[in-house]
């Protein structure tokens, strides 16, 4: 019995060395700057761009495959975030622009199908088989991929209610930038 626990201890001990070594030896730098696009995204994952979800669509702007204004959830502040770090014009949102919402089950209706469970891309509705569900609202991203499996229509989408912990300063207003040197004319110049 000792000898077996020794033979499969020294296994895993051989294994072990031999995975740490491959994830140094083969590790794949990403790159900084699809890194540096993905902590701009809303990560609400929810395909309305076009990619499977917002690390994709991240290395499709860093390719240039695809255009930064395409992330309905991340509204204009995305866009102008995304246009100044990459140095590109900004451009209106593509699709319909939308404030925060988290989705809300009538657990009265819900019959309990766990297909609301199986498109939830971050996990955030809790349930089991012919049991009620209920969506955890600090994990929900809004993104509405509830909605459509939903056979008995039970699931909306409701506005976050704005209070002291979700209120944010609006951004300011886009516009020209102010010129870097812009004086007043010198009156004793002119005279």
């Known amino acids: 019995m000792l000898a077996a626990i020794l033979a499969i201890g020294g296994i895993a001990g051989i294994l072990g060395l031999v995975l740490g070594y491959s994830a140094v030896r083969f590790r794949v730098e990403s ?40 992330c309905p959830p991340g509204g204009e502040a995305v866009v102008l975030a995304l246009a100044d770090l990459l140095g590109r014009d900004p451009k209106p949102v593509e699709g319909e622009t939308k404030g ?9 209706v819900c019959i309990g199908c766990t297909l609301c469970i199986q498109a939830c891309p971050v996990d955030a509705i809790l349930g089991a088989a012919k049991q009620m569900h209920t969506v955890i609202e600090q ?3 809004g993104c509405e991929l509830c909605v459509a499996p939903c056979p008995v229509d039970c699931i909306a989408m409701v506005a976050v209610k704005v209070d002291i912990t979700t209120w944010k300063w609006p951004l300011p207003p886009a516009g020209p930038k102010p010129a ?9 110049a002119a005279g």
Do not use: M, W
């Open 31 to 70: 790159d900084p700057v699809v890194d540096q696009i993905d902590a701009l995204l809303p990560q609400t994952q929810c395909g309305q761009c076009g990619f499977a979800g917002c690390h994709p669509y991240a290395e499709a702007i860093a390719e240039g495959s695809a255009d930064i204004n395409l």
């Open 100 to 108: 925060k919402r988290v989705a809300v089950i009538d657990e009265n």
């Open 139 to 141: 994990e929900c991203t």
């Open 180 to 188: 870097d040197d812009v004086r007043a004319p010198d009156a004793t």
